[in-house]
């Protein structure tokens, strides 16, 4: 095998070996994402559920029901995440 075909297989190699962490990342993220959904989903549930158990709630408490409801769930998605600190020597 001469030096170019070496780096080739070099090259190739390093290429799958970052194939497969980004699939690997993506996969992590889209388990993220269906995890976010269903808890939204969720929540919309215990809502709508909470409605229809009290049905003599006036339309002023609904409203502000549903304010306080949309409050919470832009508050969690706007609130900043944390990344950990990585020190490097």
Not at 1 to 25: F, P, W
Not at 27 to 45: I, P, R
Request: net charge negative; aromatic share 4%; with cysteine.
């Amino acid at each position: 095998m001469n030096l170019s075909s070496a780096q080739t297989l070099d090259a190739v190699s390093v290429l799958l070996i970052s194939l497969q962490r980004i699939c690997r990342n993506l996969s992590h993220l889209l388990n993220s994402l269906d995890a976010d959904v269903d808890s939204f989903e969720h929540l919309l549930t215990q809502l709508t559920t909470s409605m229809h158990e009290s049905p003599s709630t006036s339309s002023l408490e609904y409203e502000q029901e549903m304010e306080d409801f949309y409050e919470k769930l832009c508050d969690e998605q706007l609130e900043p995440k944390v990344a950990p600190r990585v020190t490097t020597l």
